[in-house]
């Protein structure tokens, strides 16, 4: 059975900083590209980060860029998100999501982790 289990999120000061962890297991045998996406109340699910199965193409929605770091570990089939210099904007929960494309939800979903940043 596939899953995807966040951890890490938190309650932040701006400009601090918190890293997410996803861990996968039970995937079908395909090299997934793995996403962060995230939703803040009242708004719809936004695109955060992807990288790519060998790690060498990441990208970033623009409000992120240069604060928050995609990287993964096949070998320990995890995902991590560097989140640093957080604004109270950030705050959300995050997914992690196993898909194939870019930016592109794919079909595994995690439970979501809250992220809040204090002003």
């Known amino acids: 059975q596939a899953q995807l289990v966040e951890s890490g999120g938190g309650l932040v000061q701006a400009g601090g900083s918190l890293r997410l962890s996803c861990a996968a297991s039970?995937?079908?045998?395909?090299?997934?590209?793995m996403n962060w996406f995230r939703q803040a109340p009242g708004k719809e699910r936004e695109f955060v980060a992807a990288?790519?199965?060998?790690?060498?193409?990441?990208d970033y929605t623009d409000s992120v860029k240069g604060r928050f770091t995609i990287s993964r570990d096949n070998a320990k089939n995890m995902v991590y998100l560097q989140m640093n210099t957080l604004k109270p904007e950030d705050t959300a929960v995050y997914y992690c999501?196993?898909?194939?494309?870019?930016?592109?939800?794919?079909?595994?979903w995690g439970q979501g982790t809250q992220v809040t940043v204090s002003s």
């Open positions: 999501n196993a898909g194939i494309r870019v930016a592109t939800a794919g079909a595994y």
């Open positions: 039970g995937l079908p045998s395909i090299r997934y590209t």
């Open positions: 990288v790519t199965w060998s790690g060498d193409f990441t």
